[in-house]
């Protein structure tokens, strides 16, 4: 069963820029899809990024033209490139396939 590692996370102020990786234990290329993931506390786990096979790509409409998911089928590693980070922002990022078990994620705070 495929597994995912999670990293790239941290504190940023508002506006900053931080870039996600998830690295797979395997290939992308077997994978229709890969989504970023992301849960605040207190709150459901809600699809953020979503990065389809065939090239085309999604976004939930709090990240539209902030965030940026891309994967390098090379390192089968998957990206989540955020820009114009808000407050609201702040939960812990995970990646996930649709099948596999959830990671660890990765803490991303934003904050003055």
């Known amino acids: 069963q495929v597994q995912f590692v999670e990293s790239g996370g941290g504190v940023v102020e508002p506006g900053g820029s931080l870039r996600l990786a998830c690295a797979s234990s395997?290939?992308?290329?077997?994978?229709?899809?890969m989504g970023w993931y992301r849960q605040a506390p207190g709150n459901r786990r809600d699809l953020v990024a979503l990065?389809?096979?065939?090239?085309?790509?999604n976004y939930s409409d709090s990240v539209k033209g902030r965030f940026t998911i891309s994967r390098d089928n090379v390192k089968n590693t998957v990206y989540l490139q955020m820009n114009g980070l808000k407050p609201e922002d702040t939960a812990t990022y995970y990646c996930?396939?649709?099948?596999?078990?959830w990671g660890q994620g990765t803490r991303v705070t934003v904050s003055s």
């Open positions: 996930n396939n649709g099948a596999s078990p």
């Open positions: 395997g290939s992308l290329v077997n994978n229709y899809y």
């Open positions: 990065s389809i096979v065939d090239g085309r790509t």
